[in-house]
């Protein structure tokens, strides 16, 4: 069994999973996006659902095989399911590119909703393992994407919708921080999702008022200069 061939025997029908892979680094908002082989189309990394198989633990699997990560923060955030959401030139190339089998043809061309999960990571702790139809899998600048297919762009910007409206209900932070962060990178993440500037004493009342963190007492060193407390999530 080829490498396409291999993505839909198991698999029922007209529904998928796309994933918004979330990490952070510097000051950055970070998306995973693969590109197929033998094309200029890049993708969220998503896949179907097994007939034996609960919605949700396929997005976990799905998670699992491009990030090697198994404990993660993850939410299913939308559907998607417009007649038009599938671009039919794209589908064609994609078809062409990956020597699609005659007999899993028809089953590509279905019409199919997708369900939207988007997940939390920890990029010093990720893995990336591309499959046998991408070329490529790379973490991307949510402001500096590549052009995404079909209608990925739009359920990239539902899951930041999603997290940005829930980003003070959950410590968010947790899944992409470091184990210890000053209150300044902290700061750094909440404004990278939500593409904003934020005044620094407001949101350090904030954050502290919510009960979250725990700040770590500093060690005496003798210096002069004032370090900035260091913190970390109860």
């Known amino acids: 069994m080829n490498a396409v061939a291999s993505l839909f025997s198991p ?25 197929f082989n033998d094309t200029n189309i890049f993708a969220l990394p998503g896949g179907f659902i097994k007939e034996t198989e609960d919605i949700d633990a396929a997005a976990h699997r799905i998670l699992s095989e491009r990030t090697g990560v198994n404990e993660v923060y993850l939410e299913q955030f939308g559907v998607f399911g417009k007649v038009n959401r599938v671009k039919v030139e794209t589908r064609s190339k994609l078809i062409e590119a990956l020597d699609f089998p005659e007999s899993h043809k028809d089953f590509i061309e279905n019409r199919f909703v997708s369900i939207g999960y988007f997940s939390l990571v920890d990029v010093n702790q990720v893995v990336l393992n591309k499959d046998g139809v991408s070329e490529s899998l790379e973490w991307y600048d949510i402001e500096n994407l590549p052009i995404l297919m079909h209608d990925h762009k739009e359920i990239v910007e539902a899951a930041r919708k999603s997290l940005s409206d829930d980003l003070y209900n959950h410590a968010v932070g947790k899944n992409l921080m470091p184990e210890q962060f000053t209150m300044n990178e902290l700061q750094n993440l909440h404004e990278a999702i939500l593409g904003a500037k934020l005044t620094r004493t407001n949101f350090q009342r904030k954050m502290l008022s919510l009960g979250f963190l725990e700040r770590i007492e500093k060690k005496f060193t003798g210096k002069a200069h004032k370090a900035p407390f260091l913190y970390s999530f109860r």
């Open 11 to 35: 698999y029922s029908p007209l529904v998928s999973i796309d994933c918004v892979i979330f990490g952070f680094q510097g000051h950055s908002l970070k998306v995973l996006a693969l590109k």
